[in-house]
């Protein structure tokens, strides 16, 4: 396959030009990775022109066109099976070390689209100075930074996104559903199983266009959703010492998963990415979520003296299914799937019936949420989850 030996190719190459932290080496530092809202003006410029330079070909193809591929031609290891986290971990570090080899002060960020979930379409990550928006009538995206790009993958075509209803994007899951899942969840399969779909998934069939792929990574909005799935998977092992280091399930193939796994391409294992700040990641998050249900209804934390209106834009909304074809491309289960997205859904219709309660992500509580995030006061998302697992009250 050409593919194949192109992708063995640039993988030599890549494993000469990584700068590479050996085992026992450790972190000189420990970076932090920030939501894309809490860059300046300046940083997030800087972030995009590497992507661009990332994306520039200097022949037939360019580094970032080769991390697409990488990601469609292991798509059966890294989906719908126990690697799905910590796969995507490491790729999403082989993009931050190549940007970085192009400016050292880059950190990948990442998007908290629970912020945004209720609306998605409206959030200014959407808007020229960030990612631009919904395709043109040919499905291209002609404004924003990455207006023009065209990509390689799988056959030649315009960065292209497709909004999933009519020029809008359909709800993603909110913090506290999320929280909720992670309280459920037993084992790190169970958790992995529902972070993956339906809860990651919603996210790329709301975008639509190059995002339903397994080219995904052609819109530069994959690697900020990804770093998000990331934090949530790091923030769900800071619980408890067990989660640290847990890693249960079944392999893509249906087999026993283990610690020892060796994911391909990377050539590193499972167990060397379970901990962010260790040898070879060297990074942690900022916090940016906060899903408690201390947070009453009864006044604004912007404005103390004014309360939270109650109605529609208090209440919670429930996402689209996932799409059975994208279900069948990941590797999915159609009829797994389906029961999980039946359980979040009780979910979010519980969190609705509590009484007083608005979630920290309804539409009446984004702005709340956006000040708090850009002032660093969100809080870890399972901060109200103690070591047993109970929901904090």
Request: glycine share 8%.
């Amino acid at each position: 396959m050409l593919y194949i030996r192109l992708l063995e190719l640039v993988l030599f190459v890549a494993l000469y030009t990584f700068p590479v932290l050996v085992g026992g080496q450790g972190c000189a530092a420990v970076s932090v990775r920030r939501e894309i809202r809490q860059l300046s003006q300046n940083e997030r410029r800087e972030f995009f022109d590497a992507l661009k330079t990332l994306h520039n070909p200097n022949g037939s193809s360019s580094a970032y066109d080769e991390l697409t591929l990488i990601h469609a031609n292991y798509a059966n290891e890294a989906h719908s099976g126990s690697a799905f986290c910590p796969w995507h971990r490491q790729y999403l570090r082989v993009l931050e070390t190549k940007l970085q080899q192009i400016n050292p002060k880059i950190m990948l960020p990442y998007w908290d689209w629970t912020i945004d979930s209720q609306a998605p379409h409206q959030s200014e990550i959407f808007n020229e100075n960030y990612f631009g928006g919904d395709g043109d009538l040919k499905g291209c995206v002609s404004n924003g930074p990455f207006a023009g790009w065209q990509m390689k993958y799988p056959d030649p075509h315009c960065l292209s996104r497709k909004f999933n209803l009519q020029g809008k994007i359909g709800t993603f899951y909110s913090s506290d559903v999320i929280m909720n899942v992670a309280n459920s969840s037993r084992t790190y399969a169970d958790f992995r199983g529902q972070l993956e779909s339906p809860i990651h998934g919603v996210v790329h069939m709301g975008i639509g266009g190059d995002m339903t792929a397994m080219t995904s990574p052609n819109d530069p909005l994959f690697w900020l959703h990804h770093a998000f799935i990331d934090k949530i998977w790091a923030d769900w092992q800071a619980t408890s010492p067990q989660r640290a280091s847990e890693y249960n399930g079944k392999r893509s193939n249906g087999t026993d998963a283990l610690p020892t796994d060796s994911m391909s391409p990377f050539d590193v294992s499972v167990s060397d990415v379970l901990d962010t700040t260790a040898t070879g990641l060297c990074y942690r998050y900022s916090n940016s979520m906060s899903a408690n249900r201390k947070s009453r209804r009864a006044k604004s934390a912007i404005n103390p003296t004014t309360l939270l209106n109650g109605g529609e834009e208090d209440k919670l909304h429930i996402p689209e299914k996932l799409d059975a074809q994208w279900i069948q491309q990941n590797g999915g289960v159609l009829e797994d799937i389906r029961s999980r997205e039946q359980q979040l859904e009780g979910i979010i219709q519980r969190l609705n019936g509590l009484k007083d309660y608005v979630s920290p992500n309804a539409r009446s509580r984004r702005e709340e949420s956006l000040v708090r995030l850009l002032h660093g006061t969100l809080g870890s998302l399972f901060a109200a989850i103690s070591t047993s697992g109970a929901l904090a009250t």
